[in-house]
C-alpha cells in the first residue's frame, strides 16, 4: 500500500541555519510528492512538488528531489528564517486519486 | 479569487447537537476531501467525494456524514454519534485523476470545540 514517514519533531534552529526534513515513501507506480506548509491556525498550503525521478521541486528557498532509488523526497533549506516556523507536511498522490500524508514536522526557528 | 471557502471559522456544539461545517470551492474540481486534525497531530481522512452524487468513507467516518448534491459544495455533519468531535477540520478539493498537474488544495479549516 501507499504511505509516507517522515521525520519526528520539532526540528529546533537557528535563524540562518541549514535545515533538511526527512521523507520516505511506499507507493505503487510512480507517485506525485508534495510538500505542504501549515502555520498555526491555517490551512496547509502547497509549498512544492514533484511528479517524476530526478525531478526537483523549489520554491521560497526550499528545495526537495525525488529520488526513486532511495524512494525519498527530502526537504532542504540553506538559510532558515524565524518565519518559516511551522509544521511541514510531506505527501504522495496515489491511485484513485487518494492523498498520503506524513504525520507532520514542526520546524522553530529561533532568532 | 479562486479557492476553497469554509465556514463558520470557530463552531461551538452542544453535547447531543449535530453541527454542519460549510466548504465551498469555485476552483471547478471534481473531487472534494474533509480531514480531522488534532491538536499536533497530522490528517486523518473521514470523507471524500470524487464525483457528484457519490462518496466514500476515509479512515474515519464514524459519527460523520457529508453529502454532494452539487459540484462546488461538500459540507460535512458532526453528528451526536461522534462523541470526540473538538478538533480542527479541513477541506479540500483536487482535479480527478492521476495527471502529474493534480494537486490536493485546502481550506482554512473550522474549528470545533464541544461546550
Known amino acids: 500500500g501507499n504511505s509516507v514517514t517522515q521525520m519526528e519533531g520539532p526540528v529546533t534552529l537557528s535563524e540562518e541555519a541549514f535545515l533538511t526534513i526527512n521523507c520516505t515513501y511506499t507507493a505503487t507506480g510512480y507517485p506525485s510528492l508534495f510538500w505542504y506548509v501549515q502555520y498555526p491556525g491555517e490551512g496547509l498550503q502547497l509549498l512544492l512538488k514533484a511528479t517524476k525521478a530526478d525531478d526537483k521541486g523549489s520554491n521560497k528557498g526550499f528545495e526537495a528531489t525525488y529520488r526513486k532509488e532511495t524512494t525519498s523526497f527530502h526537504l532542504e533549506k540553506g538559510s532558515v528564517q524565524v518565519s518559516d516556523s511551522a509544521v511541514y507536511f510531506c505527501?504522495?498522490?496515489?491511485?484513485?486519486?487518494?492523498?498520503?500524508f506524513g504525520s507532520g514536522t514542526k520546524l522553530n526557528v529561533k532568532p | 479569487d479562486g479557492g476553497i471557502t469554509q465556514s463558520p471559522k470557530y463552531l461551538f456544539r452542544k453535547e447531543g447537537q449535530n453541527v454542519t461545517l460549510s466548504c465551498e470551492q469555485n476552483l471547478n474540481h471534481d473531487a472534494m476531501y474533509w480531514y480531522r486534525q488534532d491538536p499536533g497531530q497530522g490528517l486523518r481522512l473521514i470523507y471524500y467525494?470524487?464525483?457528484?452524487?457519490?462518496?466514500q468513507k476515509g479512515d474515519i467516518a464514524e459519527g460523520y456524514s457529508v453529502s454532494r448534491e452539487k459540484k462546488e459544495s461538500f459540507p460535512l455533519t458532526v453528528t451526536s454519534a461522534q462523541k470526540n468531535p473538538t478538533a480542527f477540520y479541513l477541506c479540500?478539493?483536487?482535479?480527478?485523476?492521476?495527471?502529474?498537474?493534480?494537486?490536493?488544495?485546502f481550506g482554512e479549516g473550522s474549528w470545533l470545540t464541544v461546550v
Open positions: 467525494s470524487q464525483i457528484v452524487n457519490d462518496f
Open positions: 479540500a478539493s483536487s482535479r480527478q485523476g492521476r495527471s502529474s498537474g493534480n494537486t490536493i488544495y
Open positions: 505527501a504522495l498522490l496515489g491511485n484513485f486519486n487518494k492523498f498520503y
